[in-house]
């Protein structure tokens, strides 16, 4: 499954510890990770400016981030959405030629769909993967 984490879901993972962390190994054994340089710069600076992680701590903690996905050049332009950012994130979802996008946006929840990539929250994903 090509899946695409938006970086609300990143940042659930690395910074909690409950469910999103849980659901990582799970979801790293039958999944293809994708995301975008937008993805990757906004995990780093809200790790910094949101959670307080030192600049090299944060740049350490998204070069984690960076292994596990294959980046994708977004040249796709998507207008579904209010906000631009929600935008780039299914245009880059779109480039992944992705399945699935898992976020904790509500605007993108509420699509459901768009040009054939589901948008799912992160629970919905965990259940879709411990049925494989």
Same mark, same amino acid.
């Given at each position: 499954?090509?899946?695409?984490?938006d970086s609300?879901?990143?940042?659930a993972i690395?910074?909690?510890?409950?469910?999103?962390?849980?659901?990582? /190994?799970h979801?790293r054994?039958?999944?293809?990770?994708?995301?975008? +340089?937008d993805i990757i710069? +906004?995990?780093?600076e809200?790790?910094h400016?949101?959670?307080?992680f030192?600049p090299?701590h944060?740049?350490? *903690?998204?070069?984690f981030v !960076?292994q596990q996905?294959?980046?994708v +050049? *977004?040249?796709?332009?998507?207008k579904?959405?209010?906000?631009p950012?929600?935008?780039?994130?299914? !245009?880059a979802?779109?480039? !992944?030629?992705?399945?699935l996008l898992?976020?904790?946006?509500?605007?993108l929840l509420?699509?459901?769909?768009?040009?054939?990539i589901?948008?799912? @929250? /992160?629970?919905?994903?965990? +259940?879709s993967?411990? @049925?494989?």
């Open positions: 499954m090509r899946v695409l984490l609300n879901v990143w940042l690395l910074t909690t510890d409950g469910f999103y962390r849980r659901m990582w /190994p979801a054994r039958g999944c293809q990770f994708y995301g975008s +340089e710069s +906004e995990i780093q809200k790790l400016t949101k959670f307080g030192s090299r944060a740049h350490l *903690v998204t070069v !960076a996905i294959e980046r +050049e *977004v040249t796709s332009v998507v579904a959405c209010a906000d950012d929600d935008d780039r994130i299914l !245009a979802a779109l480039d !992944a030629d992705g399945s898992v976020t904790g946006d509500a605007d509420a699509l459901k769909k768009s040009q054939g589901d948008i799912v @929250t /992160p629970r919905q994903f965990s +259940e993967i411990s @049925t494989k």
